[in-house]
């Protein structure tokens, strides 16, 4: 799997919009973006994922670089809940057999 | 969605003995994961578990220490052999679930004394 770059830490003030960022140059042309998050005490869960287009659910948004090479996670008003450590992966769509967890980017939400 | 429910959620255990860890799945699925998360860093995938067929272990992690059991297409156990200090960890099983989303349980907390 491709690897990817995140920021180690990230603060955010509460109902305020974040932008999570993650680059990913050498992206392949099947790989899926999909975000995780792990709050405290917690296993991963799911949050978003695309492919080309930006992507929208009632959890996230994700924008997706028209070159694919990087993308950003949009909380569109943090809460306290989303603190959590927020990992970017790269999943190939024909070899999808396990997730590669990088070191992700922990949101701090302040209040 | 798949709901998973692991056993136990949190253990303390001596050294030289072997723990058990369950992983329940409210649904079948065919492919199921065994990942290790110590102290403060990321998941490293420790296995991937099908039905029928025997487990394929990562780089660094082998059948003799990490057994795996997947009896059937809702349950995997993951056994943690001859314990050592450095096998404390949050040890969490996770399923493949439709569009390629996975779905975790909520771990397993060992402690090696």
């Known amino acids: 799997d491709a690897k990817t770059t995140q920021p180690n830490s990230m603060e955010s003030n509460e109902e305020e919009p974040v932008h999570l960022p993650c680059n990913h140059s050498?992206?392949?042309?099947?790989?899926?973006i999909h975000w995780y998050r792990q709050l405290p005490s917690q296993g991963p869960e799911y949050v978003i994922h695309?492919?080309?287009s930006n992507v929208n659910n009632r959890m996230a948004s994700l924008a997706i670089a028209e070159d694919r090479k990087s993308s950003t996670l949009i909380l569109h008003r943090a809460t306290l809940r989303d603190a959590a450590v927020y990992y970017c992966i790269l999943r190939d769509a024909y070899n999808n057999n396990d997730m590669r967890f990088g070191a992700g980017t922990r949101l701090t939400v302040k209040p | 969605s798949a709901v998973i429910s692991q056993k136990p959620s949190r253990d303390i255990c001596q050294r030289g003995t072997s723990l058990t860890i369950q992983c329940q799945v409210d649904?079948?699925?065919?492919?199921m994961f065994w990942y290790r998360q110590q102290p403060g860093q990321s998941l490293t995938l420790i296995a991937t578990?099908?039905?029928?067929?025997?487990?394929?272990?990562e780089s660094g992690f082998v059948i003799d220490k990490f057994p795996i059991s997947r009896p059937n297409l809702t349950f995997s156990t993951l056994t943690v052999s001859n314990m050592s200090p450095e096998d404390s960890s949050i040890y969490l099983c996770?399923?493949?679930?439709?569009?390629?989303?996975?779905?975790f349980g909520a771990g397993t907390r060992l402690s090696v004394l």
């Open positions: 578990a099908n039905q029928g067929s025997e487990a394929t272990y």
């Open positions: 050498t992206i392949s042309g099947t790989d899926y």
């Open positions: 649904s079948q699925v065919t492919m």
């Open positions: 996770s399923v493949e679930g439709v569009k390629n989303i996975q779905y």
């Open positions: 695309g492919l080309t």
